[in-house]
């Protein structure tokens, strides 16, 4: 984002890309509120590892996710220091609330697999 708080087209466009996909935008959403590991997401969207691996490593290598190793584990979160956060937030808060997949975790014993 320059000065301004606009965003040049081509780097717009990157990033919509990237967010079009509909795992990566919902991944996004949930980290917006909540730290979820690799694990979490698996059993949320019912992917495998290496295809979340994927989604994760996408929105890493952009720097959009940041990683944080607690022991075996890394906990992804979504980076608000990133220079394109308040574009991306602003697409975040037009969807839809994510909570109940984490609810849903919680309620299966799920959410705290990773500590």
């Known amino acids: 984002m320059n000065t301004e708080g ?3 087209m081509q780097r717009a466009s990157q990033l919509l890309k990237l967010l079009g996909d509909q795992t990566r935008l919902t991944m996004m959403k949930l980290l917006k509120s909540h730290e ?3 694990c979490e997401f698996v059993e949320i969207f019912k992917m495998s590892q290496p295809a979340i691996s994927q989604h994760l490593r996408k929105l890493r290598d952009i720097e ?3 990683e944080e190793r ?3 584990w890394i906990f992804y979160s ?4 990133h220079e394109d956060f308040p ?3 602003n697409i975040l808060e037009h969807l839809p609330d994510q909570n109940k997949s984490i609810a849903e975790l919680e309620a299966q014993g799920l959410r705290i697999c990773c500590n």
Not at 78 to 81: C, G, M, Q, S, T
């Open 87 to 89: 574009f991306i937030q």
């Open 6 to 8: 606009t965003i040049d």
């Open 36 to 38: 979820c590991c690799v």
């Open 64 to 66: 959009l996710v940041k």
């Open 70 to 72: 607690r022991g075996q």
């Open 78 to 81: 979504i980076n608000e220091n």
